[in-house]
């Protein structure tokens, strides 16, 4: 489908019915940086692809959305913080730029999701110690571009490193996979809604040496069930 060079990897996939629509591909980088390019810009794609953002070394893309130009977006690292602003802060470029800080990050930090949020959902976080909640999307303040953020779940010894930050409704359900290769389902109603400044409560217990490292998001019904073969290690 694509031709990649050594080391690439697809990081993200976006449904689009047009590029003649308006709108933009908004992008965010682990390293905190945050670009947004009109969604014209990809018209007419090449087997090698078009470039879209240019990386910083050491850098990679993390999340991308389709926004209408006046979204507000989060971006959530894995030292428990989010930024929550309006993508208005972020003027258009063109492919071949580099993008604009989206968060203030410390030393070792890193972004690990771009959600674009409704405020009647919430948002789910996940420790790599087997920790999560979910907090309401309107308890989280909104900042300005490039802030450090506001705390997603307070992190500590007993929770370790945040891993997974997801927008969640009622229905929705999660598998959790962790280094050993357990993979856990879980109802996102059994988990739960808790104030954003916590800790959050257990939702896989782990064995030792065993940490969390990714989470999906699924929905079964009778139109869509869960592959047998996951049902099985389920």
Not at 8 to 16: A, D, G, K, Y
Not at 18 to 31: H, I, L, Q, R, S
Not at 34 to 48: G, M
Not at 62 to 82: C, F, W, Y
């Amino acid at each position: 489908l694509i031709q990649l060079d050594e080391s690439e990897r697809i990081t993200s996939l976006l449904n689009v019915e047009t590029f003649d629509a308006d709108g933009y591909v908004f992008m965010a980088t682990k390293n905190g940086v945050v670009k947004k390019t009109p969604l014209s810009d990809f018209k007419l794609p090449r087997k090698s692809g078009k470039r879209a953002i240019k990386l910083d070394l050491n850098d990679e893309l993390v999340g991308t959305s389709i926004t209408s130009g006046s979204n507000d977006l989060m971006l959530v690292s894995d030292a428990g913080k989010a930024v929550f602003f309006n993508e208005k802060d972020a003027r258009p470029l063109g492919r071949d730029t580099r993008g604009v800080k989206g968060i203030t990050l410390e030393k070792d930090q890193s972004v690990i999701s771009l959600i674009m949020p409704d405020n009647n959902n919430q948002i789910l976080t996940v420790s790599e110690n087997g920790f999560g909640k979910r907090s309401k999307v309107d308890q989280f303040r909104k900042t300005k571009r490039g802030a450090k953020g506001v705390i997603a779940m307070q992190l500590s010894e007993r929770n370790g490193k945040l891993i997974a930050a997801n927008e969640v409704t009622e229905n929705d359900q999660v598998i959790l996979i962790s280094n050993k290769g357990t993979l856990v389902r879980t109802k996102v109603s059994e988990i739960s809604i808790i104030g954003r400044n916590t800790q959050g409560v257990r939702v896989i217990k782990l064995k030792a040496n065993e940490l969390l490292n990714g989470m999906a998001l699924t929905i079964e019904d009778e139109e869509n069930p869960l592959p047998e073969q996951i049902k099985d290690d389920l």
